[in-house]
């Protein structure tokens, strides 16, 4: 990718931000790590909501040549760390980054940041994988085990982590290359449906979209009418900020329509569904005074 993409797309991430704090804050939170900021200080964390390994990952950041120290293996499969080493959890980055030790105002480590492509050869399976995104799985099953940001591709990382952060599991997502569309793949129908569902009804009643959503299976492309790789880019990240901006209330939702289910809704196929959850999406709006879906 060149360079000059990458620069203009820090500047629009970044737009209006002079401190060095807020220009962190906006650069990685677009490469894919789920952040805080307290607004009276400068103090930027990550979330308790992130994976454990994105502290590791973010500590070898700090070096422009991260990829030549920094070889873990790529893993596409669910694991769930919580119950095995709580002690993971107690990384200093929940509680403060030193953001000056990245180096954001420099254009060559800013390309090394966002150039980071996923080789598809390191495919794993196992069998916690394989029940995700059956019924009952996506009935039942409020929060996900985390991903990790070092098994993203970094301009498609953020809204896969966004989505994640509201209950909906993907198969796998690319940024796209050399010009071409974004996707991502969904486990299974009902998570690409209740994506699809909010697309309709939440997302793009906030946002003015532009680029093309398209369809196919369990796989949305995303893609911009004139090519625009950077309007592509740009809109996609306005997605993943919605939804992770109101993260809590799109949950309560799905749980509200998780309740709704029975045994015929598995039966029905992908249209029938997204009409079935759409309307279980205004009741959801409609029932539950708590949920709030505008600034």
């Not at 220009?23 to 607004?39: D, M, V």
């Not at 299974?188 to 299976?217: A, E, G, M, P, S």
């Not at 949950?251 to 759409?278: C, D, G, P, Y």
Request: one cysteine or more; a neutral charge; glycine letters at 2%.
């Amino acid at each position: 990718m060149k360079e000059t993409i990458i620069e203009e797309f820090v500047e629009k991430v970044t737009i209006g931000k002079t401190k060095h704090a807020d220009r962190f804050y906006e650069i990685f939170s677009a490469r894919g790590f789920l952040l805080e900021q307290e607004t009276s200080s400068d103090i930027v964390r990550l979330s308790k909501e992130s994976h454990p390994d994105d502290c590791e990952f973010l500590e070898a950041l700090q070096n422009i040549n991260y990829k030549k120290i920094y070889k873990k293996p790529h893993f596409d499969t669910i694991e769930d760390y919580t119950s095995k080493d709580p002690a993971r959890y107690h990384h200093a980055f929940y509680d403060n980054i030193d953001t000056q030790l990245f180096d954001i105002d420099n254009i060559k480590y800013l390309h090394e940041l966002f150039t980071h492509v996923i080789p598809i050869d390191e495919f794993r399976l196992n069998w916690d994988r394989d029940w995700y995104g059956k019924f009952n799985q996506f009935k039942e099953v409020v929060h996900l085990p985390e991903i990790r940001v070092y098994d993203l591709e970094p301009l498609i990382a953020r809204f896969t982590k966004a989505i994640s952060s509201i209950g909906i599991s993907t198969w796998s997502s690319c940024e796209g290359h050399w010009g071409t569309p974004s996707y991502v793949i969904f486990d299974r129908k009902y998570h690409c449906i209740w994506f699809q569902t909010l697309l309709n009804k939440f997302i793009k009643k906030n946002l003015n979209l532009v680029c093309k959503w398209k369809w196919l299976d369990n796989r949305c492309t995303i893609s911009s009418p004139e090519k625009n790789i950077m309007e592509m880019y740009t809109e996609i990240h306005e997605v993943a900020r919605l939804i992770y901006n109101y993260r809590d209330s799109l949950v309560r939702i799905k749980q509200h329509v998780t309740s709704l289910l029975t045994k015929e809704h598995k039966k029905m196929n992908k249209k029938n569904l997204l009409n079935a959850f759409e309307i279980f999406f205004d009741t959801a709006i409609t029932e539950n005074k708590s949920i709030t879906l505008t600034g």
